[in-house]
């Protein structure tokens, strides 16, 4: 074990040693002080919150290293206040006699889980020749993990117990994974939408404590690479986007309705913090937390995963819902069990499919710099992009091709291929060169078919206001942006919850005109770039969409009343 790089990478956030070319807890008296817990409370004397506190002061004074961690002060008073308040005396008796003794359970065979990992992830932990096993996954180094549920739920038990060394995490720029803020913070400013997040919590426990799910989650840092370095995508610069000739995905406007309850596969869009996960731990209760509560096994991505820089996005496969809910932010409310009935795939993965992408925060004047809009949107298209197809993607991609010059002979050869096989969406778009021939962008999506890149077998994207509630960002813009790295990563339809916002009450009409143009990713961003210079510059004060189609301003206008842009 010793010899293994991934685990040397990762040793020092976890709380284990290795003792004998074996991993196991640092002491016997930890281990002693876990099995009197998994016994019950008859043994170990845990039956009340403020005991449970205890419980974990008394582990964690077993392990030398955590004796200079200082946890959250009201800490002992947020785990006694939900477990012998909050909780009814039921729900308490179920947990101190049937859940505590199963997750010390579980603790006890974290180290055996974690060297067996390590055994399935041989040769350097290696998936289908893909490294794969737990480590620490820096900033500027694409790479995936594989972590089986069972697993998981060991770690994120290791954060309820606060067993996580956590004094050389900020050097690693990782977030907070212990759970002390996360009860200290109901303590100390009391909220009911906190309480029912630890509900989620602990609803989490009681499931895995019952029946213990034998699936996967993957974990994977993607990166454009700000130097060319093949197979890698390189980050895109102006003239990239200026000069694309890609078509614009089919856009779907869905008025009411929450991301992760659409029903198709696709990829569901994380509004994150640079820091994965966000406030999850702490007070936060929006989008991203929301979501690492009714999925709780994202929280194990916040062991390894460094915050994100510019160039970075994270996507996660995977990670099974326990929860159902209602409200958001202050009105969050944990509403009962869910069963999560996706498919998996044939890694053991619940087809759910998480995008994590941090937009700028409070960006107001700023976000319209051009090179603000440019760092957004390749933002969006390291999420959105299959790095998987990234040599493919380079070779339709010839500088030639994106210049709009005359297509290469791989393209050219492709031109007297039958009309049946020429269209990307039929719904969407027409050839508009009929009898004459085609068009580069059409020809350019047949070439893309035949590469395995195609809208046939690729999953669409499903987003919504990134960047625009906290974050101040400006939600047309935005909507704009995600559309554009949508249609530019060959995702064959943007799926997009306005949530009822009142500044995307026109967002079909918009959509739908510049469709029926035809118009490519370039001409959509030159019209982007064209108005942010205004709105930064002080000549204009509308909205993009009025900017883009002045008859807006009247809410009854038909399709055939707006002008026609060239």
């Not at 019952?210 to 994977?220: Q, R, T």
């Not at 993607?222 to 890609?246: G, M, Q, R």
């Not at 440019?374 to 998987?388: V, W």
């Not at 994207?461 to 559309?483: M, R, S, Y």
Request: net charge negative.
């Amino acid at each position: 074990m010793e010899s293994r790089e991934d685990l040397k990478s990762i040793l020092p956030y976890l709380p284990l040693v290795i003792r004998s070319s074996s991993l196991s807890w640092p002491s016997e008296a930890m281990v002693e002080a876990l099995k009197a817990m998994a016994r019950g409370p008859s043994h170990s004397g845990v039956n009340s919150g403020e005991v449970l506190f205890l419980a974990i002061s008394d582990l964690r004074n077993h392990t030398f290293y955590l004796s200079s961690d200082v946890l959250a002060p009201f800490a002992p008073y947020g785990y006694a206040l939900f477990f012998d308040d909050l909780m009814s005396k039921e729900e308490s008796t179920i947990w101190f006699e049937q859940i505590v003794p199963a997750l010390a359970n579980l603790l006890l065979r974290f180290p055996s889980l974690l060297e067996t990992h390590y055994q399935q992830h041989a040769g350097s932990g290696r998936v289908n020749g893909v490294q794969s096993g737990l480590r620490l996954l820096p900033s500027q180094e694409p790479g995936i993990v594989f972590l089986s549920q069972e697993l998981i739920g060991a770690l994120v038990g290791c954060s309820l117990f606060c067993l996580f060394p956590v004094s050389n995490r900020d050097v690693e720029h990782l977030p907070m994974i212990n759970f002390d803020h996360m009860f200290a913070s109901l303590y100390d400013s009391y909220k009911e939408s906190q309480e029912n997040k630890i509900r989620c919590i602990i609803h989490y426990f009681e499931r895995i404590c019952s029946y213990i799910p034998m699936g996967h989650v993957s974990f994977e840092r993607k990166v454009l690479a700000l130097e060319h370095h093949p197979p890698c995508i390189s980050y895109p610069k102006d003239t990239f986007w200026s000069n694309s000739v890609i078509p614009l995905c089919h856009f779907e406007v869905q008025n009411s309705g929450l991301i992760e309850d659409q029903s198709g596969e696709a990829l569901e869009v994380d509004f994150a913090n640079k820091y994965i996960g966000g406030g999850a731990l702490n007070r936060g209760c929006v989008q991203e937390e929301i979501r690492f509560m009714t999925n709780p096994e994202l929280i194990a991505g916040m062991l390894f995963l460094p915050s994100m820089a510019d160039n970075e996005a994270i996507e996660i496969i995977g990670a099974e819902r326990f929860s159902s809910y209602n409200g958001y932010a202050s009105s969050f409310r944990f509403s009962g069990d869910y069963v999560d009935k996706r498919d998996v795939d044939c890694f053991g993965r619940h087809k759910t499919r998480i995008i994590a992408i941090d937009a700028l925060c409070n960006p107001r004047l700023r976000q319209y710099r051009q090179e603000c809009l440019l760092r957004e949107i390749n933002k969006a298209f390291c999420g959105f992009f299959d790095q998987s197809k990234s040599q493919q993607y380079e070779r339709l991609f010839q500088e030639r091709a994106c210049s709009g010059a005359e297509p290469d002979q791989s393209i050219q050869d492709l031109m007297d291929m039958s009309e049946n096989n020429l269209l990307l969406h039929e719904s969407t778009y027409t050839s508009d060169e009929t009898n004459k021939g085609i068009s580069l962008n059409q020809v350019i999506g047949n070439y893309v078919d035949c590469q395995n890149l195609g809208y046939e077998d690729n999953f669409g994207i499903v987003t919504g206001n990134w960047g625009c509630g906290a974050f101040g960002g400006d939600p047309e813009l935005k909507t704009i942006i995600q559309w554009l790295a949508a249609s530019q990563a060959l995702r064959p339809f943007i799926s997009y919850y306005t949530f009822g916002l009142e500044a995307l009450q026109n967002l079909d009409q918009v959509t739908r005109w510049i469709l029926s143009h035809q118009w490519t990713v370039g001409d959509l961003w030159n019209m982007l770039v064209d108005y942010s210079y205004q709105k930064y510059n002080g000549h204009t004060s509308v909205g993009f969409f009025t900017w883009l189609l002045p008859s807006l301003h009247g809410h009854d206008t038909q399709m055939s009343d707006l002008p026609n842009m060239p």
